[in-house]
């Protein structure tokens, strides 16, 4: 199991946190600097894997009994750095690129996540003496590792609505999400009888580790080959019914706190515990049912002209003229003009922001001031507000996203794990 990232959210504070000590270790270090791995015609140096293993301790300061040895931290940071590499040398392959301009986007979010300016953040590493170039290049790095992933995702087979119809089907659709954690003992593709025996005996290992009461978190950064494996194999979030079948009934009967037996998975063994479990609530809505005039600007009808035209409409309808009359004669709006205006029933920001905020202050019956949008100008008259259920809709929605879900995670994992198989790697740690 693991999350497919989504692009626009790939940089976080932790990745500033890794970068910052990846730039000052690589400077303090560089004449000790030696090749730790080989990842086909790049290399790993001694320095990097260095800083990332110490981004990690800075990240569990004061909680130094829920690290494995350094040994094991340096080969999992390795790994996690191997993997990276090669997502970064495929997506280059495959025509990828981060223009300056998103890099730029992406530099303020960080930087607006430290309450500073782009400017500042710059001024403050490098008043640290770190390196402000390095740094953008492995936010460069970050992001086309993470666009590769969805490009991959998006390469599955769509959700059909009869897939759709089974899961709403099926017994096991409660709705209820729950909170995962990880260790996986990953096997290659075709693995031998000998390669499957000695992943056994290290799950359980793993195992009598927990039942002697070692922390889940500690474990899975000391024995998981996932690449969660140094967020203490947290998987985070899932409704059972978006997970494969094995899963779900290996977990369906566990309640928070309890760890699963091992599953046998194409990928390896894994250990699962549930964190925490919620129900899905029932989804009430607030609709409005409005009645609606649009004017928009064209070649030869300014802005001007059109603000001017919807304010005299305005006075008219406010004066007593029908609206819906109106609205059939002079409305843009094709969707509605046809029927006096009406848009029937729909949720809030349906229309846009600006069209909430009018709508909000209206009572039932009032009619608003003449307003703009991007689409041109407005005015409207709240007709009726109701309550609707719609967890139904709600839940068939949770049910595409859980097979979409699933479909992405499948193929992401697929393929990360056939390039690793695949990639020449020569570890020299």
């Known amino acids: 199991?693991?999350?497919?990232?989504?692009?626009?959210?790939?940089?976080?504070?932790?990745?500033?946190?890794?970068?910052?000590?990846?730039?000052?270790?690589?400077?303090?270090?560089q004449r000790l600097d030696r090749i730790v791995a080989l990842v086909e015609?790049?290399?790993?140096?001694?320095?990097?894997?260095?800083?990332?293993?110490?981004?990690?301790?800075?990240?569990?300061?004061?909680?130094?009994?829920?690290?494995p040895p350094q040994r094991v931290l340096e080969e999992q940071m390795l790994e996690r750095l191997i993997r990276t590499r090669l997502e970064v040398q495929r997506a280059e392959q495959t025509g990828i690129r981060v223009?300056?301009?998103?890099l730029d986007r992406a530099l303020e979010q960080i930087a607006g996540q430290n309450q500073m300016t782009l400017r500042q953040l710059r001024q403050a590493m490098e008043s640290?003496?770190?390196?402000?170039?390095?740094?953008?290049?492995?936010?460069?790095?970050?992001i086309m590792s993470q666009q590769l992933r969805a490009r991959v995702a998006r390469s599955m087979d769509d959700v059909t609505e009869t897939e759709i119809d089974i899961l709403l089907a099926s017994d096991r659709f409660s709705g209820a999400e729950y909170d995962l954690s990880q260790i996986m003992i990953a096997l290659p593709e075709s693995a031998s009888p000998q390669q499957v025996q000695a992943a056994a005996?290290?799950?359980?290992?793993?195992?009598?580790?927990?039942?002697?009461?070692?922390?889940?978190?500690?474990?899975?950064?000391?024995?998981?080959?996932?690449?969660d494996a140094l967020d203490g194999g947290a998987v985070g979030w899932r409704n059972l019914n978006a997970l494969p079948p094995m899963f779900a009934d290996a977990l369906s009967a566990l309640q928070p706190g309890e760890i699963s037996e091992p599953i046998r998975t194409p990928a390896g063994f894994l250990i699962v515990r549930v964190n925490d479990i919620r129900e899905q609530a029932?989804?009430?809505?607030?609709?409005?049912?409005?009645?609606?005039?649009?004017?928009?600007?064209?070649?030869?009808?300014?802005?001007?002209?059109?603000?001017?035209?919807?304010?005299?409409?305005?006075?008219?309808?406010?004066?007593?003229?029908?609206?819906?009359?109106?609205?059939?004669?002079?409305?843009?709006?094709?969707?509605?003009?046809?029927i006096g205006g009406l848009l029937n029933w729909f949720p809030a920001d349906t229309y846009g922001r600006d069209f909430q905020i009018e709508l909000n202050?209206?009572?039932?019956g009032e009619l608003s001031q003449p307003f703009q949008t991007e689409m041109g100008w407005h005015f409207i008259r709240l007709e009726a507000v109701r309550e609707a259920d719609r967890t139904a809709e709600a839940m068939?929605?949770?049910?595409?996203?859980?097979?979409?879900?699933?479909?992405?995670e499948d193929t992401v994992d697929r393929f990360l794990r056939r390039l690793r198989d695949e990639a020449y790697v020569e570890v020299r740690l």
Do not use: C, W
Not at 201 to 227: H, I, K, N, R, W
Not at 286 to 308: A, F, G, K, N
Not at 361 to 364: G, I
Not at 396 to 408: E, F, I, T, V, Y
């Open 99 to 102: 223009s300056d301009t998103d």
């Open 201 to 227: 005996e290290t799950t359980q290992t793993v195992l009598d580790a927990l039942a002697e009461g070692m922390e889940f978190s500690a474990a899975a950064m000391a024995y998981s080959q996932a690449p």
């Open 128 to 142: 640290d003496g770190m390196d402000f170039l390095e740094f953008r290049r492995q936010i460069r790095e970050e």
């Open 361 to 364: 202050q209206l009572e039932l």
């Open 282 to 338: 029932e989804v009430i809505v607030q609709e409005y049912q409005v009645r609606h005039l649009m004017m928009e600007p064209t070649e030869l009808l300014d802005i001007r002209e059109v603000e001017r035209r919807v304010a005299d409409l305005h006075e008219r309808v406010a004066a007593g003229e029908s609206f819906e009359e109106l609205a059939r004669r002079h409305s843009s709006d094709e969707t509605s003009a046809n």
């Open 1 to 29: 199991m693991s999350a497919v990232s989504n692009p626009s959210k790939a940089v976080t504070l932790l990745l500033l946190a890794m970068a910052l000590f990846i730039s000052a270790a690589s400077a303090q270090s």
């Open 396 to 408: 068939r929605g949770a049910a595409r996203d859980m097979l979409m879900s699933q479909k992405a």
């Open 41 to 67: 015609e790049d290399v790993i140096l001694q320095s990097e894997l260095d800083a990332a293993v110490a981004m990690i301790q800075m990240q569990f300061e004061g909680q130094q009994q829920g690290l």
